[in-house]
Nanobody, 117 residues
Framework: QVHLVESGGGLVQPGGSLRLSCAAS????????MGWYRQAPGKQRELVASITSGGNTNHADSVKGRFTISRDDAKNTVYLQMNSLKPEDTAVYYCNYFVPYSRATYWGQGTQVTVSS
């Protein structure tokens, strides 16, 4: 089992920045992928960004150039630096942990990000 704890959400004005953190604990697999998804009211959950244990990253087109995903394997933590935030970035952001060989997927509890003036 992998337990994920997110932090860093909140209310920010348009153009502002936030950094989300997600710490994993429990059974940590050496080969994994961690990522951030978001779900706005009335919309489906969508991938924001992901990063593999090898360091390969993927960012959704809607956040490229504004958001950056990174990880610290010594801390089993993944980060999402969000800059130039827009009202349409408002959503609940969920941390995801994926184990390729078993296809097991784990989710955090979610953290609210609200971009509003």
């Amino acid at each position: 089992q992998v337990h994920l704890v997110e932090s860093g959400g909140g209310l920010v004005q348009p153009g502002g920045s936030l950094r989300l953190s997600c710490a994993a604990s429990g059974t940590i697999f050496s080969i994994n992928a961690m990522g951030w998804y978001r779900q706005a009211p009335g919309k489906q959950r969508e991938l924001v960004a992901s990063i593999t244990s090898g360091g390969n990253t993927n960012h959704a087109d809607s956040v490229k150039g504004r958001f950056t995903i990174s990880r610290d394997d010594a801390k089993n933590t993944v980060y999402l630096q969000m800059n130039s935030l827009k009202p349409e970035d408002t959503a609940v952001y969920y941390c995801n942990y994926f184990v390729p060989y078993s296809r097991a997927t784990y989710w955090g509890q979610g953290t609210q990000v609200t971009v509003s003036s």
